[in-house]
Every structure is written in structure tokens, then in C-alpha cells.
Nanobody
Framework: ERQLVESGGGLVQAGGSLSLSCAAS????????LGWFRQAPGKEREGVIC????????YYTDSAKGRFTISSDNAKNTVYLQMTSLKPEDTAVYYC????????????????????WGQGTQVTVSS
């Protein structure tokens, strides 16, 4: 059974760093695009950053640019999200997601493009 399990969330002060992991079971990373999304209370789920399993192309939002990095370890079937210079507005539940289809600059951030989701991990940034 294909499964995504996030870990690494927690409480961090503004300006700090945090790394999230997403362990993927029964996935061939070459066939999937892997993304990180987040959802703050009262807000819609939004894309943060994505990596193409086929060629490693990375897509990210303006809020993630320069602060967040996505990487994957195919041998460990794990995707990572490294977050630096965290801000209180980064507070949200972070989700790992996998899309078994091509993703594009115009659509990678749509939750509907993704077929599998993890259960989420809470990230809280205090001011």
C-alpha cells in the first residue's frame, strides 16, 4: 500500500530552522512528483514546494523562495523539506503529497493534482 508519513514538525522561534521528512512506501520516485503543502487554521491548503521525480526540477512559491529547500533520497524513499528563516506566518500543518502525473509551473501547487497525501505534521513558529 502506498503511504506517505511526515515527521519533524514542532515548535520553533521566528528566524529559526526546521527540517521535515516524508517517508514514502511503495513509491518509485522516478514516476512521481513530490510536493509539500501546508494548511493554516481557517485557510485553504496551499502548495509550498515541489520536486519532479523525473528530472529534479523544483517549483516553489514566492514565500518559499530562498528559505525552503526540497530534496529527495531515492535510496531511502524519503523527501525532505528544509526550512530556514521561519516566520510566524509559516505556522501550519505541513503535508507531503505525491502526484503520478506530470506537474507544470502553472499547476504544481494545486492540491487536486496530487494522488496521495500524508497525515500532516504541525509546524508552529513563535514570534
Amino acid at each position: 500500500e502506498r503511504q506517505l508519513v511526515e515527521s519533524g514538525g514542532g515548535l520553533v522561534q521566528a528566524g529559526g530552522s526546521l527540517s521535515l521528512s516524508c517517508a514514502a512506501s511503495e513509491f518509485d520516485f522516478d514516476d512521481y512528483n513530490l510536493g509539500w503543502f501546508r494548511q493554516a487554521p481557517g485557510k485553504e491548503r496551499e502548495g509550498v514546494i515541489c520536486i519532479s521525480g523525473r528530472d529534479g526540477t523544483t517549483y516553489y512559491t514566492d514565500s518559499a523562495k530562498g528559505r525552503f529547500t526540497i530534496s529527495s533520497d531515492n535510496a531511502k524513499n524519503t523527501v525532505y523539506l528544509q526550512m530556514t528563516s521561519l516566520k510566524p506566518e509559516d505556522t501550519a500543518v505541513y503535508y507531503c503529497a505525491a502526484a503520478h502525473r506530470p506537474v507544470y509551473l502553472s499547476s504544481w501547487y494545486w492540491p487536486s493534482e496530487y494522488d496521495y497525501w500524508g497525515q500532516g505534521t504541525q509546524v508552529t513558529v513563535s514570534s
